[in-house]
């Protein structure tokens, strides 16, 4: 039968009430959708309203086994949706999944669950949680968008009134029909005890925004399932991947899945993935972008369970990621057989006495983050002589952090660098980048005053930048078996100076080492240690830098464009001997303010004047916004384009792409499309 258009179906509405709505629809639900769209301003289109909502209020379970949910379904403005589609613009997929912790345990098991086969080989079909089939919805306020839902699956007769229950629920709302062609979805979780207990035992040990942090938003399955409190109902201990055998239990599954490459069988050779819906998910490439023991990034302190972690130690999660321990045997160890969980927080304690020790935050501390590192706190106290052709003197100061001189002569490295000019750090004409080892100099209680043997150019104008580079190599827990060096290392600081007297200028700032560390953890993983800072790259990945082996740019905008596209890229970005198009970016490209502030990715707020060095490239060099835009868009057909929009004047970007212009940077990567 011909598919009715909204219209149609909008008549059909009027001639009856929609009192009853079966549906055959998997389950689950939606808190909010953090998708907009620009579609409901079209005048064709005024009346269709975007975004979807999902808020579960209550459920029951009948003597006869028969589980209720009520819930609610709105649109972006609070107006009640139709579940059926006809009443309102759109139609909407809905699930449900119902979920127990049975007594004394701590994981959830579904009641809804299903049958999976295996594709690829002959191992036995495995029963998985699931989402719920066959239900029914039934209208209880049109305008409220009010349903209750009643499962097909019942609950066993022995089950237990007296333990934690959870119903969780997606809505995914479709608008295809009216030019918007994402879907939008919500989720949402609703817990109580049947027997009208309080809920005591709760499963909530991972916050959301923590994957956001590099996910952001995290949406599995096809973008429909967006928190963890809705994971944590089907990734269960009793699903298993028949294909591969490996189970989909939540602690198992995503430590092994951020191991990836580090992990012991993948080493070996043996591939870690999961078969799911017709195609082999291999998670053997995958690099965490951050020191694996770095727990806390994904275990904050924000969830009700949130220090499990540490206080909660288990064969299943911790065997996920140290899979050379054989816990049976004791293999690997100590030689001591764990049967049971029972004994794990008996050496594994929560709170750590030394680095490194058995707790569980001292067997995972990271080197460079130890609270024993003694710490370099540099400051630059004064710059003189700092006029064009001048060589500057810089006084600063390296204390340690409690508060003692260093004496700068018998640690690893420091370095001053003098750059500029600020409005475009480069080398060459007025432009100037160099480092030199003050480690010499005399010094006083920890006071030092250094002439550097560079002069700042001649045909200096405006303003430049002195920033102090140190690191120091320290060893940790010396004498005992875990003995190790860690790099202590500040983040650099800097100052801008005038060098005519025209009012001083800093560098603008284009990325915030904030939002770097919400996924990287810190930057001290770069160039040893000593630049862990965004503000600090722009004065090495300048406009002139060039990659000596591949010739690619390695100015800022056009390096971290292409190294986080990775895969993605239409042709190869190396550096060295890495080639970039091995990176996964674990979120949203799209997203420029995931790393951007102040607006800064708009071309009409690029502050950059210099041309990019890209032998490398298609063109020997490329206009500052061309650059930045072709790190991402490396195609040929696109830097021709590029190339062409750009006359003795400068780039007409901002025609097209600019703020408000039919095709800016916000319309080509808006994330509803």
């Known amino acids: 039968m011909k598919k009715r258009t909204f219209f149609a179906r909008a008549a059909l509405a009027l001639a009856s009430l929609l009192v009853l709505i079966s549906a055959s629809q998997n389950g689950i639900a939606a808190k909010k959708s953090t998708v907009t769209s620009k579609a409901s301003t079209n005048p064709a289109f005024s009346f269709v309203t975007t975004g979807v909502a999902c808020k579960i209020k209550s459920a029951t379970i009948a003597n006869d086994g028969t589980i209720v949910a009520r819930f609610t379904v709105t649109d972006s403005k609070g107006r009640g949706l139709d579940v059926g589609g006809i009443q309102t613009p ?21 009641y809804t669950t299903t049958v999976l086969k295996a594709t690829l080989n002959s191992n036995p079909s495995q029963t998985q949680a699931s989402t719920d089939s066959g239900g029914v919805f039934t209208m209880v306020d049109s305008a409220t968008g009010t349903y209750d839902y009643t499962f097909k699956t019942k609950v066993p007769a022995t089950y237990d009134a007296a333990a934690t229950h959870s119903v969780g629920m997606q809505a995914e ?72 055998k490996n189970t989909v239990d939540m602690p198992v599954f995503i430590h092994k899945l951020h191991m990836g490459s580090s992990l012991a069988s993948v080493k070996a050779g043996t591939p870690y993935g999961i078969y799911h819906r017709g195609a082999m998910v291999d998670y053997s490439a995958i690099q965490f972008p951050q020191d694996i023991r770095s727990c806390t990034s994904c275990h904050s302190s924000t969830p009700k369970q949130g220090d499990n972690w540490k206080t909660s130690p288990n064969r299943a999660a911790c065997g996920s990621c140290h899979e050379n321990v054989n816990f049976a045997t004791g293999e690997n160890h100590a030689n001591l057989p764990q049967v049971t969980d029972n004994q794990c927080s008996t050496c594994h304690a929560a709170n750590a006495t030394a680095d490194f020790d058995l707790s569980i935050p001292g067997a995972h501390q990271v080197p460079m983050q130890s609270a024993s590192l003694p710490g370099l706190v540099p400051t630059i ?10 060589a500057p003197v810089v006084t600063f100061k390296m204390m340690d952090k409690a508060g003692n001189p260093v004496d700068i002569s018998k640690i690893t490295q420091v370095r001053i660098v003098l750059a500029g000019p600020n409005v475009d750090y480069q080398v060459g004409a007025a432009g100037i980048r160099v480092s030199e080892d003050p480690s010499k100099t005399a010094g006083a209680n920890g006071v030092y005053t250094y002439t550097m043997t560079n002069k700042i150019p001649a045909t200096a104008t405006g303003s430049y930048t002195i920033s102090i580079e140190s690191s ?202």
């Open 90 to 110: 759109g139609t909407l997929s809905i699930r449900f999944v119902v979920a127990t912790i049975p007594q004394g345990q701590k994981e959830y098991t579904a």
């Open 173 to 244: 709302r479709n608008l295809s029909e009216f030019g918007i062609t994402a879907v939008v979805s919500a989720d949402d979780v609703f817990t109580w005890v049947p027997n009208g207990s309080a809920v005591t035992v709760v499963r909530d040990i991972v916050n959301s925004a923590s994957c956001n942090g590099c996910h952001d938003p995290i949406s599995a399955h096809g973008g429909g399932r967006k928190t963890m409190l809705y994971c944590v109902l089907c990734h269960t201990a009793q699903s298993t991947n028949p294909d591969t």
């Open 381 to 390: 106290m004064k710059i003189a002589s700092a006029t064009p052709g001048s």
């Open 472 to 673: 120091n190599i320290v060893t940790l827990a010396a004498g005992t078996a875990k003995q190790t060096t860690a790099t202590d290392a500040p983040v650099p600081v800097r100052q801008y100076f005038s060098v005519d007297n025209t009012p001083t200028v800093a560098r603008r700032q284009i990325v915030a080492t904030e939002k770097c560390i919400s996924c990287h953890g810190d930057l001290k993983f770069i160039h040893g240690g000593r630049r862990g800072d965004a503000q600090e790259c722009g004065i090495c990945h300048n406009p002139t830098l060039v990659d000596g082996t591949s010739k690619q740019s390695v100015n800022m905008a056009m390096q971290i464009h292409a190294t986080h596209r990775g895969e993605a890229l239409e042709m190869p970005y190396v550096l060295g001997t890495t080639n970039y198009q091995e990176v996964r970016f674990p979120g949203d490209l799209r997203d420029c303010a995931a790393c951007h502030v102040n607006n800064s990715y708009q071309v009409d707020n690029v502050g950059a004047k210099a041309a990019v060095l890209t032998p490398g490239h298609w063109t020997p060099t490329m206009q500052p916004i061309a650059a930045a835009c072709g790190g991402c868009h490396d195609g040929k057909s696109t830097a021709s384009h590029m190339l062409a929009n750009t006359t003795a004047l400068g780039e007409s970007c901002q025609s097209c792409h600019g703020i408000g212009a039919d095709f800016a940077v916000d319309t080509v990567h808006d994330r509803t499309k």
